[in-house]
């Protein structure tokens, strides 16, 4: 954070009323006082019990608004913002033949959840000090057909503790973006992705019921939360020779 510039008597200006109305906000929604969804007492009420102006409190709550924290919505209030990936791209995998398919059926698998060394390069893009442990999540996406996805996700143990008693029942229910939003109170603010080709080796291959060397589509991907904080590392496969990967922007 910016140093304030130095009073002209030798000391510091005081910060902006919205600016610490806007920390204040700020400490709450990463404290859990507001969980991601729950709307934020109205404008008028804050300005009373934080003695600001309306004025103050407007300013305060677009920044936070710009910054991802917060949501408005015209004629029901403000909300700590949720997952703001869009929908379709966070309940399910999009797998098509053509633009106009529909989106296919699946089921969730859990291979398996269980605590594992930090490694490179995990830890240094979850920004992860040392070599601390991580969580190891193999899920596999299914539909009557047979195997559509290989997801293998590694999570900071610090961040998720008892990840394994928390999450673990629910994963075959509801994806694992639903399930931390839902336990921990972390809303995915955005993803950063990347593709590549590769030959599916003994690990993927035997997972997607395919040969060794078979083609697939590898996307690592990066889930960040609040303050751009990376949360989750995670390594798909898929065998696109039937269906490719869909994306709407």
């Given at each position: 954070m910016?140093?304030?510039k130095?009073?002209?008597?030798?000391?510091e200006?005081p910060?902006p009323?919205?600016?610490?109305?806007?920390m204040e906000?700020?400490?709450?929604?990463?404290?859990g006082?507001?969980a991601?969804?729950?709307?934020i007492?109205p404008?008028?009420?804050?300005?009373?019990?934080?003695?600001?102006?309306?004025?103050t409190?407007?300013r305060?709550l677009?920044?936070?608004?710009n910054d991802?924290?917060?949501k408005?919505i015209?004629?029901k209030g403000t909300f700590v913002?949720?997952t703001?990936?869009?929908l379709?791209?966070?309940?399910?995998?999009?797998?098509r033949?053509d633009?106009?398919?529909?989106?296919?059926?699946f089921k969730i698998k859990?291979?398996?959840?269980?605590?594992?060394?930090?490694?490179?390069?995990?830890?240094?893009l979850?920004?992860?000090?040392?070599?601390?442990?991580?969580?190891?999540?193999?899920?596999?996406?299914?539909?009557?057909?047979?195997?559509?996805m290989y997801y293998?996700?590694?999570?900071p143990?610090?961040?998720f503790k008892d990840?394994?008693?928390?999450?673990?029942?629910l994963?075959e229910?509801?994806?694992?973006?639903?399930g931390?939003?839902k336990?921990?109170?972390?809303?995915?603010?955005?993803?950063?992705e990347?593709?590549?080709?590769?030959a599916a080796?003994q690990e993927?291959?035997?997972?997607l019921?395919?040969?060794?060397?078979?083609p697939?589509?590898?996307?690592?991907?990066l889930?960040f939360t609040?303050?751009?904080?990376p949360?989750?590392?995670r390594?798909?496969?898929?065998i696109t020779?039937?269906?490719?990967?869909f994306?709407?922007?």
């Open positions: 910016a140093r304030s130095a009073h002209p008597r030798g000391g200006a910060l009323a919205y600016y610490r109305l806007q906000l700020l400490r709450g929604i990463e404290n006082r507001w991601p969804g729950e709307a007492p404008e008028r009420k804050m300005a009373e019990d934080f003695g600001v102006s309306l004025g409190v407007n305060a677009a920044n936070l608004v991802g924290y917060l408005r015209q004629g913002a949720g703001t990936i869009p379709e791209s966070v309940r399910y995998t999009r797998l033949r633009f106009s398919d529909p989106d296919p059926r859990v291979l398996s959840l269980e605590e594992t060394p930090g490694f490179q390069p995990a830890n240094r979850l920004k992860m000090r040392g070599a601390g442990k991580l969580w190891k999540v193999r899920r596999l996406f299914v539909n009557r057909k047979g195997p559509l293998v996700s590694y999570l143990q610090r961040l990840l394994d008693q928390i999450i673990s029942p994963m229910k509801m994806t694992l973006y639903e931390i939003e336990k921990y109170g972390l809303p995915t603010i955005f993803n950063q990347l593709f590549s080709a590769v080796d993927v291959a035997e997972v019921q395919a040969e060794v060397g078979t697939v589509l590898k996307i690592e991907m889930s609040y303050k751009e904080k949360y989750e590392y390594i798909s496969y898929c020779d039937d269906t490719k990967m994306r709407e922007m």
